[in-house]
């Protein structure tokens, strides 16, 4: 069974950082484009940062030079490190995991974490 399990939501002021972790089991890492993506009250989900196999890297640009997504392959994990914010961010932050190929597996998402950035 596939699990991406999101960790680091809270509540922050406005300019303060949070990071975000998210661990998915079940999958073959390697084989996955790990992505963020946040969905505000009313709002349609938005892609906030992706990052490849190799680490490159698509960052939304509402949020270029405030967040920086970054992958461990030896753990299996993505990290979405988040500077400066603002109360704009405030959604919750959900975990995708989107296969290179359909060959190679399933697209998958996280239950999400809440950001909350007070003003």
């Known amino acids: 069974q596939v699990q991406l399990v999101e960790s680091g939501g809270g509540l922050v002021q406005a300019g303060g950082s949070l990071r975000l972790s998210c661990r998915p089991s079940?999958?073959?890492?390697?084989?996955?484009?790990m992505g963020w993506y946040r969905q505000a009250p009313g709002k349609q989900r938005e892609l906030v940062a992706r990052?490849?196999?190799?680490?490159?890297?698509d960052v939304a640009d509402s949020v270029k030079g405030r967040f920086t997504i970054s992958r461990d392959n030896s753990k299996s994990t993505v990290y979405l490190q988040m500077n400066s914010l603002k109360p704009e961010d405030t959604a919750v932050y959900h975990c995708r995991a989107e296969p290179l190929s359909p060959r190679l597996g399933s697209d998958y998402w996280g239950q999400g974490t809440q950001v909350t950035v007070s003003s």
């Open positions: 079940g999958i073959l890492f390697a084989n996955y484009v």
């Open positions: 990052i490849t196999p190799g680490s490159s890297t």
